[in-house]
């Protein structure tokens, strides 16, 4: 399928009430995640482990991809026992590298200007939220962050959209989530929300990549609208 072609977003934000937004690769700049569990941490984990960075980078790998899409992925505390490293403390090292994606203040500012509600609801564990919301200043614009693990189920799985929903009391019809996780949108129109937008390039240092399946952006400001 040819991911060069931009399904637009076409929809009116007078049908909508709830926003919904993911925080890694959607309003982050995904490369401080690819860049710290893809290198920095084989680089910190093969010096521990007298391993070279690229077979510590490989074992790395592995390992990551046995747990994709569960809660364990996310769960600082798992990586720090299974890695023998203290997880937040590396991440706190490298911190200079979380970045706010370009428009998404002024998206934010926009939607507090026409009266919506706004959830950051993301998979990331809560000392990463913190992390990242002490650095970039964004927990302000939020109405709840609601991290996976209180939820009890990943993103990816249609349940937990049923039980944000007991959480956040939404109408699913009139919300809109925003993602960089074609899975969580599939779970999420498995659910039937009702609008949902693609996120299509997560890392400031990769090319844009368009969905096939759903609307799409590059940056927020396709949303001021
Ligand atoms: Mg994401």
């Not at 592995?62 to 299974?82: G, I, N, P």
């Not at 809560?126 to 993103?155: M, Q, Y």
Request: hydrophobic share 40%; charged share 30%; aromatic share 12%.
């Amino acid at each position: 399928m040819p991911t060069t072609i931009q399904i637009k977003p076409d929809f009116s934000w007078s049908a909508i009430d709830t926003i919904l937004l993911d925080m890694d690769g959607t309003l982050l700049d995904k490369y401080f995640d690819d860049f710290f569990w893809e290198e920095y941490v084989p680089k910190i984990f093969g010096e521990q482990n007298r391993m070279t960075p690229e077979q510590a980078r490989k074992e790395l790998l592995k390992r990551y991809q046995a747990v994709e899409s569960t809660l364990q992925w996310t769960d600082l505390d798992y990586w720090s026992e299974q890695l023998g490293l203290d997880i937040p403390e590396l991440k706190c090292k490298v911190d200079h590298l979380i970045q706010v994606h370009p428009f998404v203040l002024d998206f934010l500012q926009f939607i507090r200007k026409i009266g919506k509600k706004i959830h950051l609801v993301t998979n990331a564990h809560s000392k990463t939220l913190e992390i990242k919301l002490r650095k970039t200043a964004l927990g302000e614009w939020f109405d709840r962050n609601v991290c996976a693990e209180e939820v009890g189920e990943a993103k990816e799985h249609p349940a937990f959209w049923d039980r944000l929903e007991g959480i956040l009391h939404y109408d699913r019809k009139r919300t809109l989530l925003a993602d960089d996780t074609a899975k969580v949108l599939r779970s999420a129109r498995e659910y039937e929300m009702g609008f949902l937008i693609f996120v299509a390039r997560p890392s400031s240092r990769l090319p844009v990549r368009y969905s096939h399946e759903f609307p799409s952006i590059v940056t927020f400001d396709e949303l001021i609208f």
